[in-house]
């Protein structure tokens, strides 16, 4: 099925408002109340737009799939997708504020559409509206999130190692630097704690690794200032990241996961489990 055939198949189906079509295929009109209008024709409309859209989305991401378009890659023209899609401007450009939103196409206003490369916006956007929530309850959707990163993170102790020729070390080295050195002013390196992990983990080649990390670290970091110190210190953070460091340079495996789980260790300790405490 074309992506215009999925927009035709929508249309046929809803049929125009205020009227619907019986099992025989056939239309028939909406029963009428007192005053001689449709009973259903405003929420019939209001769900024939929904799913007009929601085909129309379908469509779009049908047609960047079947033309092989890959991310940052050119759509067509605004006019040449109305052709293409059989639609008006209207409906074309609500459907690509809504992919927009969620990274599946990036509008860049003055030159066109793009195939969008961060396809976990939309992840990263509903996991901080429920780590917010979170703070307001009992934690466990941080909790949660914080234990999928260290999973992922330690799991991936011994592909680092291997990769360890890949390894940009001066990069590795500068960010821990920058953050000791803000550590005796008293201040946090959140930037420089990022392009650590980030130049841990890139030589890996795997660039949703790197996408998924990127959504955990921006959540958790946008939720940083509202959670407990514990007894976390910036000196603390950058000496864990410099434990890190060593045992990556020794090629110690063992040295190196303790590291690691020391690292999270004194995260999982700035998030209260008031389930636990209760």
Known sequence: MSARTVVREADRTQGPVGEHRGDDGG???EPLDSRGVTTSTAGGR???ARANQRALQEAIKRLIVERGLAPGAPLPTEVELMRELDVSRHPLREAMKALEAVGIVDIRHGYGT???SMPLTGLEAGLAFRGALSLRGDYTDIRDLL???EVLESGL???VLDAYDRLDFDALAAAVTTMEREAEEGRYAPEADWRFHETLYRPLGNDLVLDLLRVFWRVFN???PELPRANDTPALVARRHRAILDALRAGDER???TAVDDHFRGIRAR???RGRSA
């Open 27 to 29: 239309r028939g009109r």
């Open 46 to 48: 209001r769900h024939g």
């Open 114 to 116: 793009y195939v969008g």
């Open 147 to 149: 234990e999928v990163r």
């Open 157 to 159: 102790v011994g592909r």
């Open 222 to 224: 946008t939720l940083d």
């Open 255 to 257: 040295a190196l996961r």
């Open 271 to 273: 998030v209260p489990d």
